[in-house]
């Protein structure tokens, strides 16, 4: 039987005044060069619902844009956790840039200890 590669979720609430900073994040994001195969999706919410942040976001099938009620990061968050479909979850905030790298020390730390339930990392 063979094992389906690992999906990674990073997970960004955004709201209009940090739309400007998506595509930079996309890009570290898209540079991420991930172990045996794994991928990544990327779960954008809008925390609210304006037209200011649609066009910030890269047009990318493994880009997921969505839009809700207005309630701060946290909530945005939480909304975006429901259209998640990883076996891991990353937090990314909108204007951070994952260092090259990051996604694939983070599942190698996770695989090395099955007892690890996150991992953090640092950001640019």
């Known amino acids: 039987m063979s094992r389906r590669a690992t999906l990674v979720t990073v ?3 955004v709201h209009a005044p940090s739309a400007r900073f998506l595509p930079q994040a ?3 994001l898209r540079d991420q060069e991930l172990p045996g195969g794994a991928q990544w999706e990327w779960v954008i919410q809008e925390d609210g619902t304006t037209d ?3 066009p910030h976001v890269p047009d990318d099938p493994r880009v997921s844009f969505h839009q809700g009620r207005p309630g701060g990061p946290g909530v945005a968050r939480t909304i975006a956790l429901a259209h998640a479909r990883g076996d ?3 937090v990314l905030d909108a204007d951070d840039r994952l260092t090259p790298g990051a996604l694939a020390r983070d599942l190698a730390a996770l695989a090395a200890d099955p007892t690890l339930g996150w991992t953090t990392c640092r950001v640019l």
């Open 11 to 13: 997970v960004t609430a």
């Open 26 to 28: 996309w890009a570290s």
């Open 52 to 54: 200011a942040v649609r």
């Open 88 to 90: 891991c979850v990353k």
